[in-house]
């Protein structure tokens, strides 16, 4: 349940409203109680509030040193290794692996990292330049274009292997990818695997008005505009697109774990804050509304999600609620309960 604030402190005081939305009345702060995002932005309109609280920044962090998985990614990863944040810090997103822009060069052979397992969460793909395959052992296999976003939802476990598509290797040229590990809760950790092959052409569609650029929606809902990824918990998840100068606000619930990638370009956030390529913003989990301005044209990802209140136990490629979890998935891993998958 989040709730959306009418400040009474704040000099761009909102015209005094009936508070008739929803069952709760905060008396103290004077509140609407709303029960997600896509309400919070309707009520938001309907009483044209101006201002919310500002979501604060709590960092900007630069790329940490970058390191191969297998040899076809190099990536920076900002969480949970990459600086001392804690497992549960960005929950339910676990990790975040950044391959920034770099050229590959040509090679019949294409690069990749091999079979592996997981379990327990679901893998997140998005191509921004260069294309990956992918194949696991339940039979599926596709290639990840540019632009597209594939959803993996490992669950109760999968092998698969990531290579880089044929072509695109024989080609070489720049390559630019995120993936992103999105925690399960407890009840569905065990669910049947399954995939989501989201084309760019599927995603949400909200143009920003005066030709000021495009959000892409992954997942979640923005200004009515729906993302086509189905999860288990909500979860936001945009690409901004913004020309230079372009402004645009998002709302969202200050419980929600909240980071911006800086994928190309550079923006100005909150009028506070510049953040330059490759950088990511960490909000801290207070206020609502994020400002931003593109100081150059820019591409932004934006992940922002209810954090999963459970025990956290991750060792390698599974990501469970406890050491007992885990030592049964290298039980099952060892008896091939995660199918076959040839190299
Ligand atoms: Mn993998």
Redesign the pocket.
Known sequence: MHYIFVSTMRSRRPPSVPCTVGPEINPGRQCIRADDVAIRQVVYKLFNFTSMATKKIQQVLAPPPPHMVGDGFRVHNFFPSGYTMSQERMSPFFLLDYNSKIDFAPRDNPRG?GV?P?RGFE?VTIAYHGKVAHHDSWGNSGVIGEGDVQWMTAASGVL?K?YHDEAYSKAGGPFQMVQLWVNLPAKDKMSQPKYQAITKAQLGRYEVPNDGGVVEIIAGSFEGVKGPASTFTPIELYNIRLKKGAKLSLDLPASYNTGILVIEGAALFSDTETAPTDSFVLFANEGETIDLEATEDCVLLLLSGQPIDEPIFAYG?FLMNSKEEVQQAYDDFRQGKFGQLDE
């Open positions: 990292v592996h997981h893998t698969h990531e490629p």
